[in-house]
């Protein structure tokens, strides 16, 4: 995308200009918050299916024969929607009666 973007605007690698200055030129928001925001549609998408159906079943599963590597262990999928949540300033508390709520799931996520 942002290669895209410097050559629409005939930005060259020798003119300098970082990707969050072509950003704020463009006025897009980053890629990073684009990332929440697809983040948690799927995550009110999924508090509104089923308990029995697969994928919410998935996420919140754990695996029973797994050997650990060393190093800091992955991520699990509850870690990265409380992250989610916390960068977009959504109460913790809360999120799973706003998701179920579709409209303003929706309007709190496009912010």
């Given at each position: 995308m942002m290669r895209h973007l410097r050559s629409i605007m005939r930005i060259t690698w020798m003119d300098k200009v970082?990707?969050?200055d072509i950003l704020e030129r463009t006025e897009l928001p980053s890629m990073e918050n684009l990332l929440i925001r697809k983040n948690l549609r799927w995550t009110g998408h999924l508090m509104g299916v089923s308990q029995d159906r697969l994928p919410k079943q998935i996420p919140y599963s754990l695996l029973s024969s797994v050997h650990s590597k060393r190093g800091r262990p992955r991520l699990r999928f509850k870690d990265?929607?409380?992250?989610?949540?916390?960068?977009?300033?959504?109460?913790?508390?809360?999120?799973?009666?706003?998701s179920q709520q579709r409209d303003k799931w929706r309007a709190i996520i496009k912010r």
């Open positions: 970082t990707n969050k990265t929607v409380k992250r989610n949540l916390k960068l977009s300033d959504i109460k913790t508390e809360s999120w799973i009666s706003l």
